[in-house]
T-cell receptor
Framework: DAGVIQSPRHEVTEMGQEVTLRCKPI?????LFWYRQTMMRGLELLIY????????DSGMPEDRFSAKMPNASFSTLKIQPSEPRDSAVYFC??????????????FGPGTRLLVL | DQQVKQNSPSLSVQEGRISILNCDYT??????FLWYKKYPAEGPTFLIS?????DKNEDGRFTVFLNKSAKHLSLHIVPSQPGDSAVYFC????????????FGQGTRLTINP
């Protein structure tokens, strides 16, 4: 398996522009997670989906952030408009359910976002 | 409010010696704890976990210790190897299999030859 795939790997944009980050989870995984990594706060969970349905978006910083999962093999995280403080590494992760228990989360390589 | 804290941003250890990474948590509802390892330009990968019913879990060179009364856990790596140089994240959840993991800030471990 190719693992969790994220694109782009790097994104540089100007303040006010729309940014769309993409994720392809591991096939067959039931859960998909979006995280943000910063030096100060480490890894923060933004939102997660179960079977394409958003379950908990309490970590989404504000209305400028939105996430969708139109099907089991694709998810997007959109920031509109972007601000310099959104600069961070964004990770997507997925995990399966085995025996009724959610197993380990598998992370993608991340998207490094810089908003100027 | 940082519920999981790794107070040491970095740690440097000589090859062959023991590396000890620490993690504190504030939420007494946390019941399951994990360590993830992250190399540059890669996503975190699962390393080892421990349930609150145990106080120790060992996997090869890696051992995690849990002190529930102190709300503290630690990861011991012995002997340390150059390939262990990475950022280590501590994470916690309220039950094993819970979807929501709360991560710490991470500790950058450097193993010196």
């Amino acid at each position: 398996d190719a693992g969790v795939i994220q694109s782009p790997r790097h994104e540089v944009t100007e303040m006010g522009q729309e940014v769309t980050l993409r994720c392809k989870p591991i096939s067959g995984h039931d859960y998909l997670f979006w995280y943000r990594q910063t030096m100060m706060r480490g890894l923060e969970l933004l939102i997660y989906f179960n079977n394409n349905v958003p379950i908990d978006d309490s970590g989404m910083p504000e209305d400028r952030f939105s996430a969708k999962m139109p099907n089991a093999s694709f998810s997007t995280l959109k920031i509109q408009p972007s601000e310099p403080r959104d600069s961070a590494v964004y990770f997507c992760a997925s995990s399966p359910i085995l025996g009724g228990i959610q197993e380990t989360q598998y992370f993608g390589p991340g998207t490094r976002l810089l908003v100027l | 409010d940082q519920q999981v804290k790794q107070n040491s941003p970095s740690l440097s250890v000589q090859e062959g010696r023991i590396s000890i990474l620490n993690c504190d948590y504030t939420n007494s509802m946390f019941d399951y704890f994990l360590w993830y390892k992250k190399y540059p330009a890669e996503g975190p990968t699962f390393l080892i976990s421990i349930s609150s019913i145990k106080d120790k879990n060992e996997d090869g060179r890696f051992t995690v210790f849990l002190n529930k009364s102190a709300k503290h856990l630690s990861l011991h790596i012995v002997p340390s190897q150059p390939g262990d140089s990475a950022v280590y994240f501590c994470a916690a959840s309220q039950i094993q299999g819970a979807q929501k993991l709360v991560f710490g800030q991470g500790t950058r471990l450097t193993i010196n030859p």
